[in-house]
């Protein structure tokens, strides 16, 4: 079991205060102080459990910027998956080709794998079935509601798009 | 009264994709296409509700706190879900579900047994 | 109460679609369609309980639809961990 570090307690902390206050939204002594013993007990217990590197990433403003840029090249992405999924809904549900294919990524670091992971669940049309790793590399099976690609390394392409260069960006 | 019009095209929008979700739930072939579907509720259908409240509450409302409220739970609903999503499909896989028609490529199923 | 009736409307149109998947929670042939159903359920109730607050300008829905999305997660991870196991149907 991990220990548990002193960052990783603050960083939860102020999560969890700030949760409280945005729940709350009143600012008296009394309430702001209950919310703190809270939030201290819950960042004691749990702060070993999800922050295993670097708490105060974001501080860095490349990062930060890097990461407000992702934000509108995700909702790119899935605005034109959902588009193309409710098409195939709209038009009578037989259009569909399913399969699963195994597409290899390349990304370092736990928080990394599990970002692109989700987005790739959140465009419609893809869902990240299970992360394998195999002599050193990292494979996802995807299951892909329209397969027209069968080779592993161009399907990656199709379904990661412009993501994983900028997913790279942020966690490095 | 412009603002109204585009809060109301944003909900519609939600709405929409919204309702192209559940007639792909209840209409796709297989398990995993009706996940698919799926999806397609919870982000655009979620994304336009949670744009267009906020956009209410922030700006006819006056409310401070009902606006983050709002985007909390959109924050929250898109975050959590595709985490539900994946257990669901990695869970139904080990179960033995498999679609009807054969799929065009399997790669999971000579990995996993 | 305001006078945005298309609030009102909006959730009202929610809410149908939620009763919509009810059909599919109830005759989904195995127990993953009933969990996607449900799910979905869950968060097209949440949007029309969104919609309801702000229509009737009353806090309290939100905070029922923060809990409403939090708990939903459980009893997906739940029912998933427990397929997960369990081989065969």
């Known amino acids: ?172 | 009264m412009a603002l109204r019009i585009v809060i109301d095209v944003l909900v519609a929008v939600g709405f929409i994709f919204a309702l192209a979700g559940t007639k792909g739930i209840l209409k796709m072939p297989d398990t995993f296409c009706r996940m698919q579907a799926s999806t397609c509720v919870t982000t655009l259908g979620v994304l336009g509700v949670v744009l267009g409240g906020a956009l209410y509450a922030f700006c006819i409302m006056g409310s401070v706190s009902t606006g983050v409220k709002v985007l909390l739970i959109g924050l929250l609903l898109i975050t959590i879900n595709p985490v539900g999503a994946h257990a669901i499909a990695k869970g139904a896989y080990k179960n033995g579900i498999r679609p009807d028609k054969e799929m065009e490529i399997d790669d999971y199923r000579g990995d996993f047994e | 109460m305001s006078d945005v009736i298309e609030l009102l409307i909006f959730a009202v149109a929610y809410a149908f679609l939620a009763a919509l998947n009810f059909y599919r929670l109830m005759k989904g042939p195995t127990p993953a369609d009933r969990m996607v159903a449900g799910d979905s359920m869950d968060v097209l109730v949440c949007c029309a309980m969104v919609l309801y607050s702000l229509f009737s300008g009353r806090g309290i829905y939100l905070d029922i639809a923060i809990i409403c999305a939090m708990l939903g997660i459980v009893d997906t991870m739940l029912v998933a961990r427990y397929l997960e196991k369990e081989r065969g149907a």
């Open chain 1, 1 to 172: 079991m991990p220990k548990t570090k002193f960052p990783a307690v603050l960083s939860t902390f102020l999560l969890c205060f700030c949760f409280w206050i945005l729940l709350t939204w009143s600012f008296e002594t009394q309430e702001l102080a209950a919310g703190a013993v809270v939030s201290l007990a819950a960042a004691l217990l749990s702060a070993r459990f999800f922050i295993h590197e670097k708490a105060f990433w974001l501080f860095n403003p490349a990062k930060f910027g890097a990461l407000f840029a992702y934000v509108f090249v995700f909702l790119g992405e899935l605005i034109k998956a959902n588009v193309d999924v409710a098409k195939r809904c709209f038009g009578g549900c037989t259009d569909v080709n399913p399969g699963i294919v195994k597409v290899p990524v390349d990304l370092k670091g736990d928080y990394a794998r599990a970002m692109l992971a989700n987005s790739i669940t959140l465009t419609p049309g893809t869902i990240t079935m299970d992360i394998a790793e195999q002599d050193g590399k990292t494979y996802y099976y995807i299951h892909w509601i329209d397969v027209c690609e069968t080779d592993r390394e161009k399907a990656g392409e199709i379904i990661k798009g412009r993501m994983e260069k900028w997913v790279r960006r942020i966690w490095q």
